[in-house]
């Protein structure tokens, strides 16, 4: 996965900088910002696992939040070079989640979901003012969720670090040269590998024996994008 991110930024390096009178510059270039609204749905181990930690003598559960449906704005810069887009997105949403294995009323509470991504994509039909895009991502995550650590202490705060591989779908629809509209389907297949709290710090989850946490996205967005 190093590579595959040293490869991207070194081809994005030879774009910014190669020469207006080059043969590279009869590839069109042209850059864009959107705002999306995506509605996420997910699934799997944070929902089926228990997660148990124990330092300095300390035994301590981690009740992992049960919120299936998600609703947050995506923020997306990037580069367009002919049929190609190459991309970096940021996501952040809070609210209320619900955390079963909790008794009331410590079941709901404060959750911080944060996502930066780059992406890759293939534009169909390119240069319609129509185009269908088919790609591959790459991203960081990390979720925080108030007060849902026990141990004998008390209750406090935890935080989930992961990673996810990404299939990207969007179709772009230009009302004019520099202003359009943007839909997509994102699957995300995202792996918690460590885990942080007070009293036990940061835990990655092999150290300890443990396998990760796998969890999948599936965010559908609609949103507007200008291009210049």
């Known amino acids: ?20 009178d080059s043969d590279f510059s ?3 270039r042209s850059y864009f910002a959107s705002v999306s609204f995506s509605v996420i749905a997910n699934r799997g181990d944070l929902f089926t696992r228990d997660m148990f930690l124990k330092d300095d003598g300390i035994e301590e559960t981690v009740h992992l939040p049960n919120t299936k449906v998600l609703v947050s704005p995506d923020y997306s810069v990037g580069v367009n070079i002919r049929e190609f887009t190459f991309a970096a997105s ?17 079941n709901e ?24 895009g088919l790609g591959l991502g790459y991203s ?17 705060n935890s ?16 009302i004019t040269d520099n202003f359009g509209l943007v ?3 994102r699957i995300y297949e995202n792996w918690y590998k ?9 835990v990655d989850f092999h150290d300890v024996g443990d396998s990760y946490y796998w969890q999948t996205y599936i965010a559908m967005s609609i949103g507007a994008m200008v291009q210049f």
Request: charge should be neutral; hydrophobic fraction near 40%; aromatic fraction near 20%.
């Open 90 to 106: 940021f996501q952040y949403w809070s609210m209320q989640g619900s955390i079963p294995s909790l008794p009331e009323p410590l």
């Open 1 to 20: 996965m190093k590579k595959f991110l040293l490869a991207l930024a070194l081809l994005c390096s030879a774009i910014f900088a190669q020469p207006e």
């Open 26 to 28: 009869y590839w069109p």
């Open 183 to 185: 839909s997509s389907l």
């Open 109 to 132: 509470q404060d959750m911080r979901y944060w996502r930066f991504g780059i992406e890759a994509t293939y534009n169909f039909f390119y240069p319609e003012f129509f185009q269908v």
């Open 140 to 156: 960081f995550s990390k979720l925080t969720t108030e007060n849902n650590v026990s141990n004998i202490n008390g209750f406090f």
């Open 159 to 174: 935080e989930l670090n992961g990673s996810a591989i990404a299939l990207v779908t969007q179709i772009r629809y230009f």
């Open 194 to 202: 460590s885990v942080h709290t007070k009293n036990s710090g940061t």
